[in-house]
């Protein structure tokens, strides 16, 4: 059966398998794929991936957005999520919220052997900057909306 927008088969998209980290902190996430669900529905709001984590794999490093706000919905597998408060694991049929200024950052660890599928939801605000919480690395988005990584005094990564 062929879907026609507004529907759509996520396994029809192209999975990115890039990340914009510098290293070190790029092997830290990949491999992972990300399927652009809601640019490829036309959404310009928010934006939507659906996301494999692989084993051992970690979804960012851990995070805050000044203006973004953020939901994951674990969908297969489970995940750890890191926030301030210590740790949790996610199983699929549960999610997590991260408003946006509140410096908590968070991220999601696959600790298991088998893949971890989830949604990943967020707005999409032209100011955004990113605080990271246990690295030394900040981020902000460029006039193209593009995020560029700097260390936290604004230095440049060497390539």
Known sequence: MTLVRPALDPSTLPARTTSGYPEPYRSRVL???????GEALGLTAFGVNLTTLFPGKESSMRHAHSHEEEFVFVLE???????DEGEQVLVAGTCAGFPAGTGNGHQLVNHSERPARYLEVGSRH????????????ACHKNERGAWVFTRRDGSEFAP
């Open 31 to 37: 491999p992972r794929e990300k399927r652009a669900l």
């Open 126 to 137: 032209p100011a955004d900057t990113a605080s990271f919480s246990d690295v030394d690395l």
């Open 77 to 83: 597998g489970e995940v750890v999520l890191r926030t």
